[in-house]
């Protein structure tokens, strides 16, 4: 799980991000960041109605990609501010086909 230090709460943060921040797709997943003025990085994931109706499976999606951001954080660099949006058809991946994603995606970003 991932702490809750490192997690993205308020609407305006999110807001920040999606509006400032630079942006990178692959597959099924879409990346935005941007920097923050803080010593740790903050990452929020957004799944939307579009991926499934039934919130069960949106908050399993949400677990898996929390469980590789976690995963991931010892190598991720500090002071960023990062949202990911995951696209209809994520579902059907399973955690390593996202965790292969999601790597490509931070490599892409120079996030590591």
């Known amino acids: 799980m991932l702490p809750k230090t490192n997690c993205l ?11 400032e921040g630079k942006g990178f797709k692959e597959d099924f997943l879409f990346l935005k ?5 803080l010593k740790k990085s903050r990452f929020g994931i957004i799944v939307s109605q579009k991926n499934s109706k039934k919130a069960t499976l949106r908050n399993k999606i949400k677990r898996k990609i929390k469980a590789v951001i976690n995963s991931k954080l010892s190598k991720i660099k500090k002071e960023v501010d990062v949202v ?4 209809p058809g994520l579902e059907t ?6 965790e292969e994603t999601i790597n490509q995606l931070f490599e892409k970003a120079k996030i590591y």
């Open 9 to 19: 709460k308020r609407k305006k943060d999110f807001e920040k991000v999606l509006k």
């Open 33 to 37: 960041f941007s920097p923050n003025n």
């Open 84 to 87: 990911l949006v995951a696209l």
């Open 93 to 98: 991946k399973d955690f390593w086909e996202i």
